[in-house]
């Protein structure tokens, strides 16, 4: 069974960094492309990050384009999200979400979630 | 960008009864729209796809409809563990996967 598992949330400062993890098993991420989307406290989904499974092209929000970088450790087959230049705004529930093989987009498997609160 | 719309915000309907749930998209996606749908405290689940494609495991009692611009889900019998808040995500004009607000289901 495919699952995935998020870590590295935490309390930060407002302008500090943080690096999220999520770690697969069940599946290995060759040819799975692989989404964090976030939910802040009460709201609804926003998709932030993507890393295409074929080619490694990786894709941002605009909201976060220049501060977050996804990327990928195939040989641990974990999936990390680091965050620069946080902001208060950014204080959500960060999930990483497996799309269904041949798409990039349609997510059928979710991590718990992680969260993240930016805050002095 | 594209703006997904839900309606209604909230649906309060009876255990048994139908329920349904709109989605509109600002500009038409094709049939390239996602429901997914999410109990408290848990990740989202991927119900459907494709507008009318449902997930394996996922109960025939749950059906969509739609194309272009408006598309629908129809849970056609509530059952208890169906109350929950349920989102469209429109995957035509990706990046981004844009999400809907949600519809929140609950208990009348």
């Known amino acids: 069974e495919a699952q995935l598992l998020e870590s590295g949330g935490g309390l930060v400062q407002p302008g500090g960094s943080l690096r999220l993890s999520c770690a697969a098993s069940g599946f290995t991420f060759r040819g799975y492309s692989i989404n964090w989307v976030r939910q802040a406290p009460g709201k609804g989904l926003e998709w932030v990050s993507a890393i295409s499974g074929t080619t490694g092209k990786t894709s941002y929000a605009e909201s976060v384009k220049g501060r977050f970088t996804i990327s990928r450790d195939k040989s641990e087959n974990t999936l990390y999200l680091q965050m620069k230049s946080l902001r208060v705004e950014d204080t959500a529930v960060y999930y990483c979400a497996k799309a269904i093989f041949g798409f990039d987009e349609i997510l059928d498997v979710w991590g718990q979630g992680t969260t993240v609160t930016v805050s002095s | 960008e594209v703006v997904m719309t839900q309606s209604p915000a909230t649906l309060s309907v009876s255990p048994g009864e139908r329920a349904t749930l709109s989605c509109r998209a600002s500009q038409s996606i094709g049939g390239n729209l996602a429901w997914y749908h999410q109990k408290a405290g848990q990740a989202p689940r991927l119900l459907i796809y494709?507008?009318?494609t449902r997930v394996t495991g996922i109960p025939a009692r749950f059906s969509g409809s739609g194309s272009g611009t408006e598309f629908t889900l129809t849970i056609s019998s509530l059952q208890s563990e169906d109350f929950a808040v349920y989102y469209c995500q429109q995957y035509y004009h990706w990046p981004p996967g844009t999400f809907g607000q949600g519809t929140k289901v609950e208990v009348k």
């Open positions: 494709g507008a009318s």
